[in-house]
């Protein structure tokens, strides 16, 4: 058992997926044919033996509420554990809830936070996904002595990616400084996960204090300003993290894990990412159905050729359809003789009429949900 409450938390306006963001929260993105995003940190928190889970979500909750369901797929102990799930709710009705810091969900449900029996807080957001024992990172936390500890990573691509992201200033301790956004000016920068860990009490009052000195204020905020004068320690990740911040890094996110080396992170018997299964037949490759460095989820009916691509549930690729690098959610048609390169199709939507579809691997191209084309 770990001895930590875990919260799942929801990203600020510097995370923006064109397109899939209007249909559903970030959390409830699809993602390599089969998962949804939240599914990730649930994963983290379940295998590290935390049992007690909060996830706080700002959007639409349908699909949230439709794909965790009771919860059982998660190996939550039925007994002891609860994976609660919490939408954005002001019964004040102030402010706009789009622009509604996670400090304010929090202070929402304070209340069954402070119930909660868990000595310690694990906070981790849903648009970082990788794979770590909280447990050891708690025990790493608690022997340091540390007021709270921060999960980064060192990353040497940050005048191109990772725009508006989080990342860190520390000393030669590890010690953090200040926290600050990455505006594309260095190469080279400490990346945080958004992953803190602290004390449930330490967490408590930080919330408190941080809804007294702003209405605007993220947790992020609070603990930027105690950089100070407090013990805040960064905690070296050195697995592969995939940040999903906006349309380029979820298309690159997915295909990036087509990689044999990079997929086997995710695909281990000792560590498993749950999520809602559905039964269904598995795909079927009609004659002159091929694909190669692919991922095909179960129900597709497959007559034309795929190439490094993702495929999802349900789907249909016609005969004579070239499908290439391209990210393609459930129930989604594709007609005799199409050609996609690149291009990003939302769930339930027909490539029928228009027969070429290319976008650019920088740039890939999206088709709505439900859209016909």
């Known amino acids: 058992m770990c001895n930590a409450l875990g919260i799942i938390t929801y990203n600020g306006l510097s995370v923006y997926v064109q397109g899939l963001q209007e249909y559903r929260p970030i959390a409830g993105f699809n993602f390599l044919g089969r998962y949804r995003l939240v599914d990730f940190p649930i994963s983290n928190m379940t295998n590290s033996g935390i049992d007690e889970i909060q996830v706080f979500i700002k959007g639409n909750p349908r699909p949230m509420i439709e794909h965790i369901g009771d919860s059982r797929q998660y190996n939550i102990n039925s007994k002891h554990g609860s994976l609660d799930l919490i939408p954005y709710y002001n019964e004040e009705g102030r402010g706009n809830p789009e622009f509604a810091p996670d400090v304010e969900s929090y202070y929402n449900n304070i209340n069954q936070i402070e119930d909660n029996t868990n000595d310690y807080v694990i906070i981790a957001p849903v648009n970082m996904i990788y794979t770590a024992n909280y447990k050891d990172l708690l025990d790493q936390h608690i022997e340091s002595g540390a007021e709270i500890s921060i999960l980064y990573q060192n990353v040497d691509d940050a005048k191109d990616k990772y725009i508006n992201c989080d990342v860190l200033q520390m000393n030669r301790q590890k010690g953090v400084l200040k926290i600050e956004q990455n505006l594309g000016n260095y190469k080279t920068r400490a990346l945080s996960l958004q992953t803190y860990i602290l004390s449930k009490e330490l967490f408590i009052q930080l919330v408190k204090e941080a809804r007294k000195v702003s209405s605007m204020y993220w ?46 992170q995710f695909s281990k018997d000792s560590w498993p990412i749950y999520t809602r299964t559905s039964d269904t037949a598995p795909a079927i490759y009609l004659k002159g159905g091929s694909a190669s460095g692919s991922f095909i989820a179960n129900g597709c009916q497959i007559s034309g050729s795929v190439k490094n691509s993702i495929i999802g549930r349900g789907s249909v690729i016609g005969k004579g359809a070239k499908i290439e690098n391209c990210v393609i959610m459930s129930d989604v ?12 199709i939302d769930k339930h939507s027909k490539v029928l009429k228009k027969k070429e579809l290319i976008g650019n691997a920088e740039d890939p191209l999206y088709i709505g949900r439900r859209e016909n084309v």
């Open 333 to 344: 048609v594709i007609g005799e003789d199409a050609v996609l390169k690149n291009v990003i």
């Open 219 to 264: 947790f992020k905020d609070i603990v930027n300003d105690h950089c100070v004068d407090m013990d805040i320690r960064a905690i070296n990740y050195r697995g592969n993290v995939y940040c999903i911040n906006d349309l380029r890094s979820y298309f690159e996110s997915n295909l990036a894990l087509l990689e044999e080396s990079q997929m086997k």
